[in-house]
């Protein structure tokens, strides 16, 4: 049936479109109660230096299961996190969760860098920079041993503001990544302008490229700018022996994906970085 919003404007109301409203205002509904039932948590994902042949970083991943809805994927619920503002709260646990790891890994010796995606709507939250201090100070510990994964959409959405944020966070001493680089549209005018220190190359441009010659001409051509920027490049989304071969080739600094490890429980990270090392890629 059609029902008319207003002059000139017709709204299709289709059942897709009633279930997926339904089940957006369900896990609306389901979030407000999940940081307090404790339904989140984080998993892990390696990165690997390719030249060092070594695990320098994880990537933090959050994770939602809920008793009705089962395992639901930041894909689908972050974003509702965002726009039900409750993102500031669950990005404050998230950071105090990555802290609290990140201080058993040092007292287990494991001396690793650890990256926190943050979204849009946290970064641009006129308190966000208080918050993060706040979070690392109660914490105690240095903001040099973190990564900040922001999406290139949001970094070139309102890109005054990110460039100052992003300039604040670098004094502050958090290494800044530019996420899902390739996905969207990527502006080499903002590239030159944002004071990031690493490129996530999207998985999107990883796919082809061991087959591909317009990608790998793509792929090569991107690590190359953004060395000749200054910059370290992560492939992610790494899958096949034949991906890494390829970016091996084109002098790649990190891979992630899972041909290395899916992401990991904090407490299956330790042995599975142990048979990384000893060569059970
Ligand atoms: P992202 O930050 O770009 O993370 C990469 C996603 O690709 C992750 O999905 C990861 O599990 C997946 N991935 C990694 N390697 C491979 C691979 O080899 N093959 C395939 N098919 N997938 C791979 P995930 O965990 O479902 O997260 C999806 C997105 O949700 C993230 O994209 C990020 O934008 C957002 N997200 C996840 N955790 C958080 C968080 O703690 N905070 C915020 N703000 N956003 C998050
Ligand atoms: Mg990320
Ligand atoms: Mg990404
Ligand atoms: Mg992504």
Partial sequence: DVKESG??????Y???IETARTRRSLIERLLKSALDQGEFRLVYQPKWELRRNEVTGVEALIRWNNAILGDVSPAEFIPIVESSGMIHEVGEWIMHEVCRQFKIWQKENLSIRVAINISGAQLLHPQFLDHIQKVFEEEKVEPFHFELEV?????IEKVERVIDVFC????AGFLISLDDFGAGYSSMKYLSQLPVQCMKLDKTLIDHVSYDERSQVIVSTLIQMSHQLGLTVIAEGVELQEQLQQLQAYNCDQIQGYLISR??????LMTRLAEIRSGSK
Avoid: C, I
């Fill in 7 to 12: 002059k000139n404007n017709y709204q299709w």
């Fill in 151 to 155: 999406t290139e959409s949001v970094a």
């Fill in 263 to 268: 992401p990991l429980a904090a407490d299956d």
């Fill in 168 to 171: 604040r966070l670098r004094s």
């Fill in 14 to 16: 289709t059942p897709a």
